[in-house]
């Protein structure tokens, strides 16, 4: 279970963040990827090499790093989330021409080789992703991806039964299980929501009036499934004032998620773990600086790209969050 959203001011910098709520134990910690890094292929063990210098929340676990989301120095964001029960990977060894990499490295990979939207369609054309076996969940964990640029352009991208997509993601949000365009078309259920409210209206001789203020997003769901998530979140996004600078866009940013946050309880899955939002955290792609709290500290703290460890030419560790 995860939510994510862009948002852009008036000063055309693009926001991107996300939920992060998971079942599983993680230990997520902020690191700086140098350019140039070399790290090993999860299969062939052949090196890899990035081009960017990248700023990611993820965790290191039996020797394996991978990354829930990030920013590149060129302002290329993107982050993983759970697609239970969708997610359809490339059978391994594969028959396609091109490079192939493993469903939990694939985020390190583009954040290190992506300048833009265009680059990652580009790449895309000639790269397999396969499900392999992660340390944290053990298990093939299902996953889809959204990404997003300086420009603002957003794309999700999935592989399911109908194979590898990259879709254009115009509304800007992304949830979990069914697929996007799914989601996409649900949103038609939704059309009377409205932050206007309804006026008086008569059933035979009897005057019916609305109860207050809000009658009008009465239609809204108000549960923790993804598809409820996602209308909610859509709704809000494209109905609160643009924000008018950096500071506004990201205080507009953490309340959007709020009401998409999963407290512990509301949630148990079948193993009984509680299923909650370990935390939230947006990126503003103009600055490459992250903005982000934590279920048990709800202050925002910030943490940059650009900071005096850019300086270091290996991995740095800045803590866990």
């Known amino acids: 279970m995860c939510t994510a959203i862009t948002l852009t001011s008036r000063q055309g910098e693009t926001f991107f963040g996300r939920n992060m709520d998971f079942s599983y134990d993680i230990d997520p910690h902020l690191y700086v990827v140098p350019p140039n890094y070399e790290w090993d292929h999860a299969v062939s063990k052949e090196k890899i090499r990035n081009t960017y210098r990248f700023i990611g929340i993820g965790q290191e676990l039996d020797g394996i790093l991978a990354f829930f989301d990030g920013v590149n120095e060129m302002g290329f964001a993107a982050a993983a989330l759970y697609f239970a029960g969708c997610a359809k990977y490339d059978t391994m060894p594969t028959q396609k021409p091109g490079k192939q990499i493993v469903s939990y490295d694939f985020l390190h990979y583009i954040l ?38 300086r420009s603002g352009e957003c794309v999700v991208i999935e592989l399911t039964e109908r194979g590898m997509e990259v879709i254009s993601n115009p509304i800007g949000v992304m949830a979990n299980s069914p697929d996007f365009p799914w989601h996409m078309t649900n949103l038609r259920n939704y059309m009377g929501a409205s932050p206007y409210q309804p006026e008086e209206a008569c059933w035979g001789n009897v005057r019916l009036t609305p109860f207050g203020q809000a ?61 909650y939002t370990k935390y939230t955290a947006f990126i503003n792609t103009a600055t490459c600086e992250y903005f982000f709290k934590t279920y048990d500290n709800i202050q925002v703290e910030t943490a940059s790209l650009f900071e005096d460890y850019i300086q270091f030419q290996d991995l740095v560790s800045l803590g866990g969050l």
């Open 112 to 149: 290190g080789r992506c300048a833009d939207i265009h680059e990652l369609r580009q790449l895309m054309k000639n790269l397999s992703i396969v499900g392999f076996e992660d340390p944290v969940t053990q298990t093939v964990a299902p996953l889809h991806w959204m990404a997003v640029d």
């Open 215 to 275: 009658g009008g997003t009465q239609l809204l769901p108000g549960g923790f499934t993804s598809p409820e998530r996602f209308v909610r979140a859509a709704y809000l996004k494209s109905f609160i004032p643009t924000p008018e600078d950096r500071t506004e866009a990201v205080v507009s940013c953490f309340h959007v998620m709020e009401s998409v946050t999963i407290p512990k309880g509301a949630v148990i899955t079948k193993r009984n773990a509680y299923d």
